[in-house]
């Protein structure tokens, strides 16, 4: 064994030199890779190029679709997240615990290599192929963790618990939702979340930090996989997915490290790249790379901090009636003229109501309603679309989202959550894995809903246009474009009651409830204080 002198000394008389830095005739002829190692990487390379390029014809309809004058965060979310699709929703197949598309991608790199070695006989090694393929998986890992770390860095993807949501009993969430919220409590850590997050992705595009940033998307999203299982979250295949690159990347360069610090010898990094010596190959390089820089760590980042200050994804950014928000207590609740008294256990009295800052109505009920498991997120723009208030909760929890006609005093109210199992039956879905598609998803491909004049023409008048209710800096064509799609055929429970405040603190509602039976309820405000502390951290404007 060299000892450190001797080491030292020897690279004192022999200076190294990198393989790029070396001219292609100068360089040492490569050493023959041993047929396995050549028949894995062929399987690699298929399988990891066929992981790597979006499938889905939507996802180039979005891409030629960007308004880059008017450009909203989720033009470019998408771009960079997207799966494999290549048995997802055949009738069938089964998920696999949402892993039916990287068995199938498999199974095609499998067949594809016994090809491709019958082809490539002759082939002893593969290095400057291997140097491609390590930059497709560092671009698309890369590209894709930055879109999913910019989420947690302007904290919206696991927003401050709302109202509704202090008010419901901890046994009545699911595991995913306290997980969540957990999260959602102490906003700064998960902005620590996403500052590793963004960190793991810069480093991926550069070489030289190609290991570090392997590492940290290694760890970051390992433990994001384990608490999706562990929490039943639904979303363990997408952070499985960059789990897989960072291990791919990583590597490369384990058994080196293995070398110098277990076995403590000397280790002199080989690295094998096409030579970029023709200033066009160069001067594309550079643009390519300065292009990405822009967009997902310029454009992005610009993107999100506008959906966090002015139209936070999971919530509704609309402010609601401000004379009507805060908690309650129900004094009185008359249904059909008839006075029902308060006992926790009848399944027609509301308990703990309360109004949001935004447009969102949440009462109790002692009666078992539809539990939606999804996450709550997803692309829509429209707030009765957005359901993480409603998501993950039980307990006869209703959330229901309103239309202020403020001139006459009327609300007009449906409710967040629908039918999921009638959705599923009509879409061909219903499996562990498709359960965080919902008809609230803007991607549920179904028929346009018929005309719906349930809110009359005058009130609508008043009530005005939900799209142009946010800060002009938070519009874009993404979002004039899909709030010009008609809504989806959806069954939703729905109320027109009318409001009055005799006082600051009392708001007596009278109309229809969904059932068509007429309802009288007066509430009185409550000014509860809560241990926990308020967010530093408040997305939206309200």
Do not use: C
């Amino acid at each position: 064994m060299y000892t450190l002198e001797q080491n030292q000394a020897t690279m004192e008389r022999e200076p190294v030199t990198s393989a790029l830095e070396q001219p292609a005739a100068d360089r040492p002829a490569p050493t023959p890779w041993h047929p396995f190692t050549r028949f894995s990487f062929r399987v690699a390379f298929i399988f990891f190029v066929l992981m790597s390029i979006p499938n889905n014809p939507e996802w180039y309809t979005n891409l030629f679709s960007i308004d880059w004058l008017h450009v909203h965060y989720r033009d470019i979310y998408d771009i960079a997240r997207f799966q494999p699709s290549f048995v997802r929703g055949i009738p069938g197949i089964p998920s696999l615990l949402g892993y039916a598309d990287w068995f199938a991608a498999l199974a095609i790199a499998l067949a594809g290599a016994g090809i491709w070695t019958a082809l490539d006989r002759k082939r002893v090694e593969y290095n400057i192929l291997y140097y491609w393929l390590r930059v497709i998986v560092r671009y698309r890992a890369g590209i894709g963790i930055i879109g999913f770390g910019f989420t947690k860095l302007f904290p919206v993807q696991m927003p401050y618990p709302s109202l509704g949501l202090l008010h419901t009993n901890f046994g009545d969430f699911t595991a995913q939702k306290i997980y969540w919220l957990s999260i959602g409590i102490v906003p700064w850590y998960q902005v620590f979340a996403g500052i590793v997050e963004v960190a793991a992705g810069a480093l991926l595009f550069y070489r030289r930090t190609t290991f570090l940033g392997a590492v940290l998307l290694f760890g970051a999203l390992g433990d994001i996989v384990y608490v999706n299982f562990a929490y039943d979250g639904g979303v363990h295949g997408y952070s499985s997915y960059f789990v897989l690159y960072a291990a791919f990347l990583m590597l490369y360069d384990v058994p080196r490290i293995y070398r110098l610090l277990i076995q403590e010898r000397l280790t002199i990094p080989v690295h094998y790249y096409p030579s970029f010596a023709k200033g066009w190959l160069k001067y594309s390089r550079y643009a390519l790379k300065t292009a990405t820089l822009v967009i997902f760590l310029g454009i992005l980042f610009y993107a999100q901090y506008i959906n966090f200050r002015y139209d936070p994804y999971k919530q509704p950014s609309t402010p609601g009636v401000a004379k009507l928000r805060g908690a309650y207590q129900v004094t009185e609740f008359r249904l059909n003229n008839q006075v029902i008294p308060y006992n926790p256990l009848d399944s027609t009295r509301w308990q703990d109501v309360t109004f949001e800052k935004w447009t969102s109505l949440t009462y109790k009920v002692n009666k078992a309603t539809l539990l939606d498991l999804s996450n709550g997120g997803g692309s829509p723009m429209k707030d009765l679309q957005r359901t993480f208030e409603a998501t993950g909760v039980a307990g006869g929890q209703r959330v229901f989202h309103y239309y202020a006609d403020t001139l006459n005093q009327v609300l007009y109210l449906q409710d967040k959550v629908v039918d999921m199992s009638a959705f599923r039956n009509q879409n061909g879905r219903g499996n562990r894995a498709d359960r965080n598609q919902s008809p609230n998803s803007q991607k549920s491909r179904v028929k346009p809903a018929p005309a719906d004049n349930w809110i009359p023409a005058a009130a609508l008048a008043n009530i005005g246009d939900e799209n142009t209710k946010i800060d002009k800096r938070a519009w874009s064509t993404r979002r004039n474009r899909e709030f010009a799609e008609p809504d989806r055929p959806v069954k939703r429970n729905r109320m027109v009651l009318k409001y009055s405040t005799p006082t600051a603190s009392r708001i007596i509602l009278r109309g229809i409830d969904e059932r068509k039976d007429s309802v009288l309820v007066v509430l009185d405000k409550v000014d509860r204080e809560y241990t926990l502390s308020e967010s530093t951290l408040v997305a939206g404007q309200y």
